[in-house]
Nanobody, 123 residues
Framework: QVQLVESGGGLVQAGGSLRLSCAAS????????MGWFRQAPGKEREFVAT????????VFAESVKGRFTISRDNTKNTNYLQMNSLKPEETAVYYC????????????????WGQGTQVTVSS
């Protein structure tokens, strides 16, 4: 089993940056594809970014490409989402997730989810 805990959310001004962390428990963390999703109130959950188990490949939602980066440190069982140039419309709860699939840009492909961390971007 894998447990995921997100941290690093908070209030930031538009144009600012935040780095979210996802700490995982379990001995098989390095074998999971990791992803980030976000969900605003009343909105559908949307894909943000994913990174392969080795850290060698990553995919980003078009809306965040060039502004967000994703990385992982398997020795620390942690992955990170660096968010730059944040926009107010990106206010949402951000969720970390782990997938046993090779490619995972769809929520249903993920097996484990964290509880989320709130990101609020003010105007």
């Amino acid at each position: 089993q894998v447990q995921l805990v997100e941290s690093g959310g908070g209030l930031v001004q538009a144009g600012g940056s935040l780095r979210l962390s996802c700490a995982a428990s379990g001995r098989t963390f390095s074998m999971y594809t990791m992803g980030w999703f976000r969900q605003a109130p009343g909105k559908e959950r949307e894909f943000v970014a994913t990174i392969s188990w080795s850290g060698g490949s990553a995919v980003f939602a078009e809306s965040v490409k060039g502004r967000f980066t994703i990385s992982r440190d398997n020795t620390k069982n942690t992955n990170y989402l660096q968010m730059n140039s944040l926009k107010p419309e990106e206010t949402a709860v951000y969720y970390c997730a782990a997938s046993r699939a090779r490619i995972a840009t769809i929520g249903q492909s993920y097996d484990y989810w964290g509880q989320g961390t709130q990101v609020t971007v003010s105007s």
